[in-house]
């Protein structure tokens, strides 16, 4: 089942849910997520206008509690570190090159950290700064290099403390698409300091505009297929197909010794060319990007200049 927000008037949000995306919309009797919302209605509904919500649009699906970004897709890292080198230090790329044509393994500095391979990692982004599929979108005055990644997200639809794999699965309510906007000319020297992304990351994140009960996607997340659309051309078909994690594995890490509640967000991390530095398709002004999964949504935005 699909569910989404409307506002109506200026001072209404009403959920509508569908069976399917032939099926007409209809007013939803019960909190479709699996959880009532934390946040009282005129605080979303102050949020919603904020992002430019008027009678008739389409709002977030559900206001997060928190945001989690995790990272699943070990060739995602290899492919994101070779694109930032080609852009950024194309003499360290060239070097790259020449030992993963000579050794045929990948770079050693191109894969993830050793912690990666021992923990499912993630860090804590901005739930304040979440958009809604078709705002305007513009870099950050402080950056000339704004990219995209396409991501899976789901939120909780119940607490979770010490939870094994298989009891975390189960707190999933609802998944969504998600787009990591980031600053990639300030990522790394923030990375570099010890406490990972921030102005890089934090200033805009969106969601699709629908989202799906966690059963009809739970047991075949993976095999989903996803695009990437530029002005109407699709530059990318990611890849999804193998996570280093489980979503109950992220899911226990995060709950081990830390209380984790209904309305937190938490996504998969970038797919397999998900992202723009992956193939060297970096935004601009005028661009029109769309971003799919089928079977969970969609998100659209226009890219505008910074004010």
């Known amino acids: 089942m699909e569910f989404r927000r409307r506002m109506i008037g200026t001072d209404t949000l009403v959920t509508e849910v569908r069976s399917g995306p032939d ?28 992002h430019g919500a008027k009678d008739g649009s389409v709002v977030l699906p559900f206001q997060p509690l928190s945001f989690r970004d995790f990272m699943l897709f070990e060739q995602h890292n290899v492919n994101a570190a070779r694109g930032w080198a080609r852009r ?13 044509s000579v050794t045929r393994k990948t770079f050693p500095a191109f894969r993830p950290k050793p912690l990666w391979y021992r923990k499912p990692i993630y860090y804590m982004s901005n739930a304040s700064t979440l958009v809604p599929s078709g705002t305007p ?3 950050p005055p402080y950056s000339s290099a ?10 909780l639809r119940a607490p979770l403390y010490n939870a094994t794999p298989e009891e975390a699965v189960r707190a999933i309510g609802a998944f969504v698409v998600l787009c ?7 990522q790394i020297a923030e990375m570099n300091s010890n406490f990972g992304p921030q102005k ?24 989903l297929p996803s695009t990437v659309s530029l002005n ?5 078909r990611p890849d999804s197909s193998s996570p280093k994690w489980s979503l109950g594995e992220m899911l226990a890490h995060s709950s081990a010794g830390e209380r984790l509640y209904p309305g937190e967000l938490c996504a998969t991390g970038t797919y397999v060319n998900g992202s723009g530095m992956e193939i060297n398709r970096w935004l601009a002004p005028g661009d029109v990007l769309r971003l799919e999964i089928e079977g969970v949504g969609t998100i659209e935005h226009a890219i505008v200049p910074h004010e």
């Open 23 to 50: 099926a007409e919309w209809s007013a939803a009797t019960a909190p479709v997520a699996g959880y009532p919302s934390p946040f009282t209605e005129d605080w979303e509904v102050r949020q919603a206008v904020g």
């Open 88 to 100: 950024f230090r194309p003499g360290l790329a060239r070097i790259a090159d020449g030992v993963e």
């Open 137 to 139: 979108v513009a870099a």
């Open 146 to 155: 704004l990219d995209y990644e396409l991501e899976l997200a789901f939120v």
């Open 180 to 186: 990591d906007f980031s600053a990639r000319d300030v």
């Open 200 to 223: 890089s990351k934090h200033f805009m994140t969106s969601l699709s505009s629908t989202a799906v009960e966690a059963a009809d996607i739970l047991d075949r997340w993976t095999t």
């Open 232 to 236: 109407g051309e699709i530059v990318a």
